[in-house]
């Protein structure tokens, strides 16, 4: 990029996507810049979750930066506290460490007078050109409304929120949910625990999934030959493009019927009680809801102190959960894996933009963006894995990098002195929205189930396209689909 006129940079967020800002920024010779976290470390959802039995369901060499790839990850589908282990360590080689500021929230953004101003926790304040949002997708808890909730005796938390002081061995647990959360959970806590009941409101499709460790000799091949890294990085997208990713768009794919019976398969070969197995096979295609991919789930819900209740929760009592046929299932812990509100991206932060429009008005009824990055009346305003992206069936972190290509080459406009503000046209907004609207019901989400992908309309919230096409948009920004103002 050319010199030009000094920007000045707010990233919101210090996860997996604030730090690829950070370093990316910085290469394009963009140095003025803060991170503004409002935990106490970085990480992201890699910080937030710690629940036991926490791992990517994206493979590992495919779950990294391209320009900072892992010789020593310790399987193929690495745990959580590995993958933390990982961001901070990226961050500390590429020195984004000292330029965040822990422990700051940003409570208010408005554009006044050319400018993004920020009112950050603690009383501080911020004037900038350019706002970065990295908050990620999944980071405010979904907690449940059951009657009784807070009667509950043991201790009780969301999954997210995990108390590591509490004691599991040998105890009663209950983990209301089915997600890929609480199946982890469960194969990781059932051979500790006295007995462990799964509230199950909806059967999950399981895809068998090998995770062996590595071995000293595999991860030494791995760094002694980077190339052989780079090539293995690249094939993992490709295939992972090529196979999953671009099957769940087209829910009549031949990929989509083998997906549907690798699951079926897995069901009927390794649950061995008939009753059993039909209380967990699903009525609803594999995919339809996000595919949960797990080794040994169903030899840890076979476990003879593991219990799968199927009977709908009524309320919760002091001394454990009540189901509507009237059994109270006593328990001494109570583990919430329900989920997040997809919906919410930087939100409870009150965004205000042009002319004074706020972003809960402007995303009334449902958030919305173009391309998933950018938003009319909010210029220079730019979201990384934003509303209605690529949440559901790529790895994110090749999805940010991607975006932020694209960011880049709209920060190098303001840069040139081209422009001082940027916002997609209204139209452009409108029809990408109208088209992925309208693409979206070619897709495996909406063949008949109730996901966190559904908006209210019940249109997946999530890009309905092939890769090669999210690529081919990410390439260059058009001209005329943007409102460049001087």
Known sequence: MSDGRRLRFAIIGAGMAGVLAAIKLREAGLDDFTIYEKADRLGGTWRENTYPGIACDVPSHLYCYSFALNPDWSRPYSPGAEIETYFERVAREHDVTPRIRFGAEVLTCEWRGGRWHLEITGGLHDEVDVVIAATGVLHHPNLP??????????????????????????????????????????????????????????????????????????????????????????????????????????????????????????????????????????????????????????????????????????????????????????????????????????????????????????????????????????????????????????????????????????????????CREITPTRVAMEQFEAERSEAAGHTIWTTGCKSWYLDDRGIPATWPWPFHRFRAEMEAPERALFDARA
């Open 145 to 418: 409304v059951i009657d009784g909730l807070d009667s509950f005796a043991g201790a009780s938390f969301h999954s997210a929120r995990w108390e590591h002081d509490v004691v599991l061995d040998g105890r009663r647990i209950g983990i209301v949910g089915t997600g890929s959360t609480a199946v982890q959970i469960t194969s990781a806590v059932v051979g500790r625990v006295a007995h462990l009941s799964l509230f199950q409101r909806t059967a999950q499709w399981i895809m068998p999934q090998t995770n062996p460790e590595y071995s000293d000799e595999e991860r030494a091949g791995f760094r002694s030959d980077p190339v052989a890294l780079a090539e293995l990085h690249a094939n993992l997208s490709r295939l992972f493009a090529d196979g999953f990713s671009n099957a769940v768009v087209d829910a009549d794919s031949p990929q989509m019927a083998m997906v549907q019976e690798l699951c079926r398969t897995n069901l009927e070969t390794n649950v061995t009680d008939p009753a059993l197995r039909e209380r967990l096979r699903p009525d609803y295609r594999a995919a339809c809801k996000r595919l949960i991919v797990s080794p040994d789930f169903y030899a840890a819900i076979q476990q003879s102190n593991a219990e799968l209740v199927t009977d709908a929760i009524e309320r919760v009592e002091p001394a454990g959960v009540c189901t509507v046929d009237g059994r109270l299932h006593e328990l001494d812990v109570l583990v919430l894996a329900t989920g997040f509100k997809a919906d919410a991206f930087m939100r409870p932060m009150q965004l205000v933009g042009r002319d004074g429009v706020r972003l809960d008005d402007a995303w009334a009824p449902r958030p919305c963006a173009y391309l998933s990055i950018s938003m009319t009346d909010f210029p220079n305003f730019f979201m990384l894995n934003g509303p209605n992206g690529p949440v559901g069936n790529f790895s994110l972190i090749e999805v940010a990098e991607l975006q932020m290509g694209y960011i880049l080459q709209l920060i190098e406009w303001l840069r040139r002195g081209e």
